[in-house]
């Protein structure tokens, strides 16, 4: 039986256990320890087992994984004064080296959240919108979302890194996208006619080329016949000229011409004192 002196020993040293085993505490690997004595910050506690003083001190975890906060539906105007509503991820995280100061500046993350990205990703979406007019935004989306990235993460100043900025919907009024949807498609009706312009162009240059090949060759098959038919002429001139020079130098070979030629009849009429004759060579 159990007498209040022991009672209060049972009572006692639970109180002791208890104040011993929540002396101790884990810090995990995607967050730090800030750890307060008396509410004062003494030390950040890195990822592991870890002590404190009972009843003094203190620890508060503070996330150092990246996180992303969306806003839906920001409202701004373009450059040509077209209303859209945006939708907006910011992707960050803090560094482990900044987890002192975000608690000193805000204490947790909801509050750095928002005093200091809320507040900075609607203004700077609405200055950056109203320095595109509204089909540029649609058309060059990718340097769009750049320059947004771009002055939120100029303007955020504070313990925290903007990891990434994420446009990912521009809502323009019904009757606003349906006018950009019939123009990008005469755009691309325009772009398709140049194309095939171009084509018709190339096709006709290529034309043209063939043409003058075939031309330029039908010239050059022309002047080789010319020039072949001007060498046999100089030729058969060459050789009829050297034969005539060969039978007036030589009496001879006119003689054995006029027998290579006689057909072996004698002349019917043979004039008084006179050979003879055969066949005139020269014939």
Not at 193 to 212: G, H, N, S
Not at 248 to 256: R, T
């Amino acid at each position: 039986m159990l007498t209040p002196s022991r009672l209060g020993l049972v009572i006692g040293g639970i109180a002791v256990a208890s104040v011993v085993l929540g002396s101790f505490y884990t810090v995990d690997e995607k967050e730090r320890g800030v750890v307060l004595r008396n509410g004062a910050l003494i030390g950040i506690a890195e990822p592991g087992l870890a002590f404190k003083l009972p009843i003094f001190e203190k620890v508060k975890f503070i996330s150092v994984q990246n996180n992303t906060v969306r806003y839906e539906n920001l409202q701004a105007y373009s450059k040509d004064q077209q209303a859209a509503g945006l939708n907006v991820s910011v992707s960050w995280h803090v560094e482990p080296g900044q987890v002192a100061d975000l608690y000193r500046g805000y204490g947790d993350l909801d509050t750095m959240v928002s005093r200091l990205i809320s507040r900075q990703v609607p203004t700077q979406v609405e200055n950056v919108f109203g320095r595109y007019t509204a089909i540029n935004a649609v058309q060059n989306r990718g340097q769009f979302v750049a320059d947004i990235a771009a002055a939120i993460k100029t303007e955020i100043k504070g313990p925290v890194v903007i990891d990434s900025v994420q446009v990912e919907n521009i809502d323009f009024s019904d009757a606003y996208e349906k006018s950009i949807e019939e123009r990008m498609k005469a755009e691309v009706q325009v772009k398709t006619r140049e194309q095939m312009l171009a084509t018709e162009k190339v096709q006709a240059e290529i034309r043209v080329t063939q043409a003058r090949a075939e031309a330029e060759a039908k010239l050059a098959q022309a002047r080789a016949d010319a020039e072949a038919t001007r060498l046999r002429g100089e030729a058969e001139a060459s050789a009829i000229r050297a034969r005539a020079e060969a039978l007036a130098s030589n009496q001879n070979l006119v003689e054995l011409t006029k027998a290579e030629r006689w057909n072996g009849v004698l002349p019917t009429t043979v004039l008084p004192n006179g050979g003879v004759p055969f066949i005139d060579a020269r014939r």
